[in-house]
């Protein structure tokens, strides 16, 4: 099947900042006849690309076929989708990282059962301006050195990372607390989930952190790495060096387990009930296992093994409930360990 979809003319940075806010994704027709259906969907910006390509898609194949799907699809962060998502006000929340036990426990209160699924892989990217001719890469040590909440106020400078890099100051930007990105980044660098410095430049928006960054020689943040892929020309990857060896982000090292502990999966999490009352969500969520690699590949991320697939496939079959992470991030997972969890659940 060939997928056409604006992401591959255009990249992830065609989406303004307030078309990505509130985007209502509908079928615009005239004929009498057809039948419309609305889903609701929300959470990470991370997996939103993905997503919305694949209610593009969908959405043609249903007008061909005499109906029409209307989705509304927001990113106000994996945690805020979460808590839209535990109290019934959606169908489905995309995610950057497992549901966590809190988020668990107000579905368990709402009555919400859910279907984890998941539809890729990601890795948390460190960037920084293209004029930095310095940093090339930082260890995983440096990286806490920074972020860490001792170090407000007080790391402000490179020099204070590296004793070879100039004094000058250091401008940070990342994602806010509402975002899979930022729990799933303090879990894995500072060790403590939700913990970091106060003192840098928030958004949700990584086209917006994308900007700020490529405009700040001084500059350095994270985000996903579909966002970097689609701007490698305005801003420049860090490798991360995790015991003896510097290693980039790039599809080969995140699909074969070399980007570690910043490579993750990404998920989206189906409402069981709203599955089973609204067909047109279950057809979508169909659409989209079937075509995830290639929606997935488009968007900047890694597409799963084909085992994967089936796997999500046939718990999305059956109405497998639940989540085999135990309410964490259970980061520095392998492919292999990933998939041997799925498989037993």
Same mark, same amino acid.
């Given at each position: 099947m ?11 940075a065609?989406?303004t900042?307030?078309?990505?806010m ?11 006849s ?9 959470g990470?910006?991370?997996v939103?690309?993905?997503s919305?390509?694949?209610v593009?898609?969908f959405?043609a194949?249903q007008?061909?076929?005499g ?6 699809v927001d990113l ?5 989708g979460f ?5 019934g ?6 995610a @950057?990282r ?6 668990m426990?107000?579905c368990d209160? @709402?009555g919400?059962?859910? /279907?984890?699924l998941?539809i890729g892989?990601d890795a948390i990217?460190?960037v920084v301006n293209?004029?930095?001719?310095f940093?090339?890469d930082?260890t995983?040590?440096?990286?806490k050195?920074?972020w860490?909440?001792?170090a ?8 204070q990372?590296?004793?070879?890099w ?8 990342g994602?806010?607390r ?5 729990d ?7 060790k403590k989930?939700?913990?970091i410095?106060?003192?840098y430049?928030v ?9 700020? /960054?490529?405009?700040?020689?001084n ?11 689609v ?8 490798a991360?060096?995790n ?5 980039v982000?790039?599809?080969y ?6 980007y570690?502990p ?12 709203a599955?089973?009352?609204?067909p047109s ?5 169909h659409?989209?296992l ?7 590949s488009? @968007?900047g991320?890694i597409?799963?093994?084909?085992e ?10 059956t ?7 135990e309410g964490?991030?259970q980061?520095?997972?392998?492919m292999?360990?990933?998939l041997?969890k799925?498989?037993?659940?």
């Open positions: 060939a997928i056409t979809t604006d992401y591959k003319k255009q990249g992830l065609a989406l900042f307030g078309a990505l509130a985007v209502t994704l509908s079928s615009c027709t005239s004929v009498d057809v039948e419309t259906s609305e889903i609701e969907i929300d990470s910006s991370t939103y690309p993905i919305h390509n694949v593009e898609e959405q194949t007008r061909t076929q109906a029409a799907l209307v989705a509304n106000s962060g994996t945690g805020a808590e839209k998502f535990c109290r006000e959606t169908d489905m929340n995309n @950057s497992p549901i966590q036990k809190q988020e426990k107000a209160q @709402s919400v059962r859910y /279907i984890e998941i892989l990217t460190v293209p004029e930095n001719d940093a090339k930082m995983l040590e440096e990286l050195k920074v860490e909440p001792q407000e106020g007080k790391i402000t400078h490179w020099n990372i590296r004793e070879s100039p004094n000058q100051p250091i401008n940070l930007y994602p806010g509402d975002s899979g990105t930022f799933y980044f303090t879990e894995a660098v500072i989930k939700g913990e410095r106060s003192d430049t958004n949700k928006n990584p086209n917006i952190l994308v900007q700020k /960054i490529s405009e700040d020689m500059a350095l943040g994270y985000f996903g790495y579909g966002y970097y892929k701007n490698d020309s305005r801003v420049t990857a860090l991360i060096k015991g003896e060896q510097s290693v982000p790039s599809r090292n995140i699909k074969w387990d070399q570690r910043l490579s993750r999966p990404l998920f989206i999490y189906v409402n069981m009930k599955s089973q009352d609204k969500l279950r057809e979508f969520v659409f989209y079937e075509n995830a690699p290639e929606f997935v488009d @968007s991320y597409p799963l093994p084909k994967g697939y089936q796997l999500s496939k046939q718990h999305f079959e109405g497998k409930v639940g989540t085999v992470f964490n991030s980061v520095n997972l392998t292999d360990e990933l041997k799925e498989a037993a659940f």
